[in-house]
Every structure is written in C-alpha cells, then in structure tokens.
C-alpha cells in the first residue's frame, strides 16, 4: 500500500467506471456466509456495552472519505438501530456486489459491509449515508447515520486476494506490456516493480485477482519459471486486524451475556445453540470471504 504504490501507474489506477468485472457481476447461486440480520446479538439480558462505547472502540479503525491516501473495501455503518438488516443491505447493494454483510450487532446500530470492488466501496462511502439517513427519517429516527472506510474485518489474516506478486517475469516483458495483459482480466489498481523480475499487482475487484491467479497459473504464458502467488500483508495491517477482532470478539461475548455474567442460551431442551444459521442468499452481492472484505 501507500501513495508510491498507487501513484506508480497513475493512467491504471484510474479506470474506467464499475464494469463487467465489478459491480454487474453477481455470481449466480452462490452461498452466503455473511450474517444478514436474521441472526443478531440481543441485548435483552442487559450488556454494559453501549452504542457510543462500541463507536470509540472503532474510532482507531476507521475514517472518512479523503481521510487517508486511499479508501477500503469496507465500510462502517453506526447510528442505524432503527433501520432494519434486510433494508440497510438493499441499500448497501445499490453500489455494488457485496462480499459481506455482517448485521450481528444491528441491536448497537452497527453494520459491517465489505465489497468486492474497491470502487463500489468508495461510491457507498460518499453516498451511502444520505440514502440511509432518509430511511432513517421515514421511520422518525433521531439517530444521524454514520458511514465511514473501516479497517477490513479480515486484515489479520496473511493474505490480501485483492493483490498478486508475479515472480522472475522475463526482462523483455515491461510494466506496460504486463499491465495490459492483466487489464483483461479486469482495472488494476496499482502496479509496482520490485526489481528482479518480480511485480506487485493490485486489482480493483477482488474476483478478478482471483481470477487472474488461477488462469496464470494452469497457462502458464511466460513459462514455468515463472510463478504467481496471492499478495501478502504487511505485519502492522495484520496487528491492526488482529486487534479490530479482538474489541468486536469482546462485543460478542458482552452483547451474549445475562447481567449476571452467564451466556444466554435459548429456554427448552430442544432448542438450538445458535439462534440462525448461514442460508443460501438468491438476491444479489455475493457470500463468502477475501481480501479487503469482511
């Protein structure tokens, strides 16, 4: 990351609008792993954790648009405990296929929402808060709705999909010729030559970095010397991630406690552990989980 990444191929970073690759893409018949709403944390036992405490614990992660040199496929929503899962994700998906959509804390007025395309996410950044404050009004909420870039709730983990290395590419093969080979898989973010043969590469949709690792892969086109890999985050992304999940973790079990300190579980013997699990999701944005998102 940082300003020399994105600013190496200033005409690549710059793409054209939401295209085929991003925001019109839906996979069909895919299965969502996100929490829609239909299973979210109660408060009903009574939690010391309230919405403004929940809101400085993400204050370290999170920030406005223009904030910091670039935006995050994730965004934050606060201040929205009046509106409901099903019509704040309606809303969310206006600007792009969604890779997650976390509405276990809807009971704080938290949302969580990832794209797969960094661009919806900026556009939503922008936008978003408008479209949800005038919901917000319709059911006479005085609550002013937050939206704001936050820390993707997946940074912890070791690799970013969003990007590829390409290691001992061919002298001959230049920055120009390798981004325009790439550009047809999908926009590219950023590319960066790390000397010896090796590239760093961004894309602007995590999907067709995926994509693009799995073609050049089986084809192989500049030989079997050279490899492409997934792109790695760096140790202070990880940390920041790591402790992101660690204040949410801590919501969970607060929000998930009786005043008298004890999980609650459901009454009767035959009731679940858990109150909802993952359903099969028909409408649009996908499920699952990557890079930059959830």
Known sequence: GGEDFYGA???????????????????????????????????????????????????????????????????????????????????????????????????????????????????????????????????????????????????????????????????????????????SYGAIRGCVFKGNGAYLVEFQNVQDAKQAILELESTQPWGPDVSVDPGTRNPSDRRKGRELLSIISRWRQGMGRKSGGQPTRPSGPEAPRFSGAAQPYSGGGGGGSGGGGA
């Open 9 to 183: 191929f200033g005409a690549a970073s710059n793409q054209s609008t939401l295209n085929s690759h991003s925001k019109e893409f839906r996979p069909a018949g895919a299965f969502s792993d996100s929490n829609d709403g239909s299973s979210t944390m109660s408060d009903a036992g009574g939690t010391d954790i309230s919405p403004n405490e929940c809101e400085a614990d993400l204050d370290p992660f999170m920030w406005e648009v223009g904030g910091r040199p670039q935006p995050s496929r994730c965004i934050a929503i606060l201040h929205a405990s009046w509106l409901k899962p099903p019509e704040v994700r309606q809303e969310c998906e206006q600007f792009g296929a969604l890779e997650s959509f976390r509405a276990e804390f809807a009971p704080k007025g938290i949302f969580f929402v990832s794209y797969y395309d960094v661009r919806s996410a900026d556009l939503a950044a922008s936008e978003l808060q408008a479209r949800l404050q005038r919901v917000a009004l319709l059911r006479r909420s005085t609550e002013d709705v937050m939206v704001r870039f936050c820390l993707p709730l997946n940074s912890s983990s070791q690799y970013d999909d969003s990007q590829i290395v390409i290691n001992g590419l061919p002298d001959e093969i230049g920055d120009a010729a390798l981004t325009s080979m790439l550009r």
